[in-house]
Protein backbone atom coordinates (compact mmCIF):
# COMPACT_ATOMS: atom_id res chain seq x y z
CA UNK A 1 0.00 0.00 0.00
CA UNK A 2 3.31 2.24 0.62
CA UNK A 3 4.42 1.77 -2.68
CA UNK A 4 1.61 2.59 -4.31
CA UNK A 5 0.77 5.84 -2.41
CA UNK A 6 4.31 6.46 -3.56
CA UNK A 7 4.15 5.87 -6.80
CA UNK A 8 0.98 7.85 -6.99
CA UNK A 9 2.39 10.68 -5.64
CA UNK A 10 5.33 11.01 -7.94
CA UNK A 11 2.90 10.51 -10.59
CA UNK A 12 1.05 13.40 -9.22
CA UNK A 13 4.02 15.31 -9.49
CA UNK A 14 5.08 15.04 -12.68
CA UNK A 15 1.96 15.41 -13.71
CA UNK A 16 1.45 18.67 -11.75
CA UNK A 17 5.04 19.58 -13.34
CA UNK A 18 4.68 18.44 -16.92
CA UNK A 19 8.39 17.34 -16.71
CA UNK A 20 8.29 15.23 -19.60
CA UNK A 21 7.02 18.29 -21.41
CA UNK A 22 9.51 20.33 -20.24
CA UNK A 23 12.51 17.63 -20.63
CA UNK A 24 11.21 17.62 -24.43
CA UNK A 25 10.97 21.22 -25.18
CA UNK A 26 14.81 21.90 -23.47
CA UNK A 27 15.70 19.15 -26.12
CA UNK A 28 14.25 20.52 -28.96
CA UNK A 29 15.41 24.18 -28.16
CA UNK A 30 18.88 22.38 -28.00
CA UNK A 31 18.39 20.47 -30.84
CA UNK A 32 17.67 23.96 -32.57
CA UNK A 33 20.54 25.99 -31.56
CA UNK A 34 23.10 23.42 -32.37
CA UNK A 35 21.90 23.30 -35.99
CA UNK A 36 22.80 25.35 -38.95
CA UNK A 37 19.88 25.99 -41.53
CA UNK A 38 20.57 25.63 -45.32
CA UNK A 39 18.69 25.47 -48.57
CA UNK A 40 18.81 22.66 -51.05
CA UNK A 41 19.90 24.82 -54.22
CA UNK A 42 18.87 21.90 -56.23
CA UNK A 43 15.21 22.16 -55.28
CA UNK A 44 14.73 25.71 -54.55
CA UNK A 45 12.69 27.37 -57.29
CA UNK A 46 13.16 31.07 -56.16
CA UNK A 47 9.67 32.05 -55.21
CA UNK A 48 11.48 34.30 -52.35
CA UNK A 49 9.13 33.77 -49.87
CA UNK A 50 11.89 32.74 -47.25
CA UNK A 51 14.04 35.80 -48.14
CA UNK A 52 10.08 37.80 -47.75
CA UNK A 53 9.74 36.04 -43.99
CA UNK A 54 13.32 36.19 -42.90
CA UNK A 55 15.46 38.83 -44.98
CA UNK A 56 18.14 38.25 -42.26
CA UNK A 57 18.75 35.05 -43.01
CA UNK A 58 17.69 34.25 -46.24
CA UNK A 59 18.50 36.48 -49.28
CA UNK A 60 17.54 36.15 -53.35
CA UNK A 61 19.64 36.15 -55.96
CA UNK A 62 17.15 37.60 -58.38
CA UNK A 63 20.02 35.95 -61.46
CA UNK A 64 19.78 32.67 -60.40
CA UNK A 65 16.28 32.17 -59.47
CA UNK A 66 17.29 30.62 -55.95
CA UNK A 67 17.73 31.57 -52.16
CA UNK A 68 20.56 31.37 -50.64
CA UNK A 69 21.26 31.59 -46.74
CA UNK A 70 23.00 34.67 -45.76
CA UNK A 71 23.40 33.98 -41.79
CA UNK A 72 23.31 30.28 -40.58
CA UNK A 73 23.59 30.18 -37.28
CA UNK A 74 21.92 32.80 -34.67
CA UNK A 75 19.07 33.51 -36.67
CA UNK A 76 15.68 33.80 -35.37
CA UNK A 77 13.97 30.20 -34.95
CA UNK A 78 10.83 30.82 -34.82
CA UNK A 79 11.40 32.99 -38.22
CA UNK A 80 13.05 29.94 -39.72
CA UNK A 81 10.74 27.40 -38.70
CA UNK A 82 8.05 29.42 -39.83
CA UNK A 83 9.88 30.02 -43.69
CA UNK A 84 9.98 25.97 -43.87
CA UNK A 85 6.88 25.60 -43.37
CA UNK A 86 6.05 28.10 -45.84
CA UNK A 87 8.46 26.91 -48.35
CA UNK A 88 6.60 25.19 -51.44
CA UNK A 89 9.29 22.61 -51.85
CA UNK A 90 10.24 22.01 -48.34
CA UNK A 91 14.25 22.66 -49.25
CA UNK A 92 14.49 24.69 -46.04
CA UNK A 93 16.81 22.39 -44.16
CA UNK A 94 18.68 21.54 -40.50
CA UNK A 95 21.92 20.66 -41.53
CA UNK A 96 23.46 18.72 -39.01
S1 LIG B 1 10.89 29.41 -49.93
FE1 LIG B 1 11.93 27.54 -50.63
S2 LIG B 1 11.61 27.49 -52.86
FE2 LIG B 1 11.12 29.55 -52.16
S3 LIG B 1 13.05 30.69 -52.43
FE3 LIG B 1 13.02 29.96 -50.32
S4 LIG B 1 14.11 28.01 -50.40
FE4 LIG B 1 13.56 28.53 -52.51
Excluded: T, Y
Amino acid sequence: MRIFELSSEINRINNSLDVRRIIRQIKNIGEIMGRKVAINNEECIGCGSCADMCPDIFEMNHELEKSFVIKAEGGDEDCILDAMGECPMSCIIWDD
